[in-house]
């Protein structure tokens, strides 16, 4: 991947109003890689006080999201089907991988696993795009 688009991506990525309000941090982006960790919050938790799922979908989505516009056109998702393992402590580092498993013209397919600062899987997906023959438009 060039620098001039994992800087532009990076740089748009923490721009996004989502990402700050998640406290999302952009730790890492290759070609079809990406690394972004958040901490637990108590404003993340559902009502039984443990991580509400759509703040841990939320920071899968966003390493999904960089993953899959590494390669410098646009990606949109198609699917995303998440299963839920564990519920991380309170104040715990979350960390989001995704990995493109499957690359062709017009799709690819990712598989994303978040953790807790433990390394104790938290939860997995399968993730697949659209690849838009258009490039990034920033």
């Known amino acids: 991947m060039d620098e001039k688009t994992r800087s532009a991506i990076l740089k748009k990525a923490k721009e ?3 990402a700050e309000k998640f406290g999302l941090q952009f730790i890492e982006v290759q070609d079809g890689y990406a690394k972004v960790t958040m901490i637990f919050t ?27 516009n590494s390669h410098g056109t646009m990606a949109v998702a198609l699917n995303m089907n998440i299963n839920y393992l564990a519920s ?26 978040a953790t807790d600062d433990s390394g104790r899987l938290l939860a997995s997906c399968q993730s697949l795009v659209y690849r838009l023959d258009k490039p990034l438009p920033f």
Not at 54 to 61: E, K, N, T, V, Y
């Open 88 to 113: 991380p402590q309170k104040g715990a580092l979350l960390t989001a991988e995704a990995r493109e498993i499957n690359r062709t013209k017009k799709t690819a397919a990712y598989d994303i696993r």
């Open 42 to 68: 108590p404003d993340m938790e559902n009502i039984f006080g443990m991580a509400h799922g759509g703040a841990i979908f939320s920071l899968i989505d966003a390493a999904f999201e960089i993953a899959s």
């Open 16 to 18: 996004e109003p989502f």
